[in-house]
């Protein structure tokens, strides 16, 4: 009864020791994975702005992405090999590897700074735009925040006596967190309108008023700086502000004329950093009878 017990104690001891040899060669100390994260430097930044109702890649912004790979072989053991991928998988985009070369590393500790572009985040850029898709806003800017994967590995060799090695702590992956800036749509002026209103009797001297308003796309207060063109090549740059607390605003402006003698002249509007202009409009006055005809005259004079 006692000779049965005592082998079975060696049994036990055998399955106890052989993990233990297992671990004991060919395998990693000390690893360490790190990705510098966006507040420890200037954060890579994704920026969509809108143009026509849709959002569009306005800039890639921030880095370089700061990424460090250590450890020691275990015991007699050394690193061979080292991979850095951008991903969660094996098969994902490659930063920096010792590639078919094998390496005899006892302390190993690789740092690689990496500069953003668009063709190398191309997929991450994809998604920042479908967040802006579905989360941006109209009249306000949004952030957001996209986790980019990196991997750090680190494989080992060393006399392990044919047992199959294990890698304990040597993989890992990390997420870089870059920031989505989703811009407003920027404030615009939709129409512009201009008219004349006339003042006066028959006789000179009459008075007119050129009248412009603009629409806009926001409400509140916004600058409007806008040229106004005289039919003759005369031009004059001029400023007005909107106002309005609805879904957009609007901005007036008028100039009084005074004038001595008949005239016939148009004035347009054309709008700064704009597309958007008036139609040429007619501002015609003849004395001795009410406002109209196609005469010329000089120019008036301004209230």
């Known amino acids: 009864m006692f000779r049965t017990l005592k082998v079975v104690a060696l049994a036990v001891t055998a399955t106890l020791v052989l993990p233990a040899l297992a671990e004991a060669y060919g395998t990693v100390k000390d690893f360490?994975?790190?990705?510098?994260?966006s507040h420890l430097g200037n954060p890579v930044t994704f920026v969509f702005a809108p143009h026509r109702g849709r959002y569009k890649f306005e800039a890639l912004q921030g880095g370089p992405i700061n990424i460090r790979l250590q450890?020691?072989?275990y015991r007699r053991s050394w690193i061979?090999?080292?991979?850095?991928?951008?991903?969660?998988?094996?098969n994902d985009m490659r930063i920096a590897s010792n590639g078919f070369q094998k390496g005899h590393w006892e302390t190993f500790d690789k740092k690689v700074s990496l500069n953003p572009t668009r063709d190398l985040l191309k997929d991450y850029e994809a998604k920042a735009l479908r967040y802006c898709k579905k989360h941006g806003k109209p009249d306000e800017k949004v952030v957001g925040e996209l986790k980019i994967p990196f991997t750090g590995q680190?494989?080992?060799?060393?006399?392990h006596y044919g047992f199959v090695r294990d890698f304990p702590d040597a993989f890992r992956v990390v997420d870089y967190k870059?920031?989505?800036v989703c811009k407003p749509e920027p404030f615009e002026v939709k129409e512009v309108d201009v008219s004349v209103k006339y003042k006066g009797g028959l006789a000179c001297p009459k008075k007119a008023t050129l009248n412009v308003e603009f629409r806009t796309n926001k409400p509140g207060k916004h600058k409007i700086e806008f040229m106004l063109a005289l039919d003759d090549g005369t031009t004059q740059w001029n400023t007005a502000y909107t106002y309005g607390s609805g879904k957009n605003s609007i901005a007036k402006w008028h100039r009084n004329y005074t004038?001595?003698?008949?005239v016939s002249?148009?004035?347009?509007?054309?709008?700064?950093?704009s597309p958007i202009s008036s139609d040429w409009v007619p501002m015609k006055v003849t004395c001795g009878r009410a406002p109209g005809g196609l005469t010329t005259g000089p120019k008036p004079s301004i209230d």
């Open 265 to 273: 002249r148009k004035y347009m509007i054309i709008v700064k950093g």
């Open 154 to 159: 680190l494989i080992a060799d060393g006399p």
């Open 178 to 180: 870059a920031r989505i």
């Open 80 to 90: 061979e090999e080292y991979k850095i991928w951008m991903g969660p998988t094996n």
């Open 32 to 37: 360490s994975f790190t990705v510098q994260q």
């Open 259 to 262: 004038f001595n003698n008949s």
């Open 71 to 73: 450890g020691k072989g």
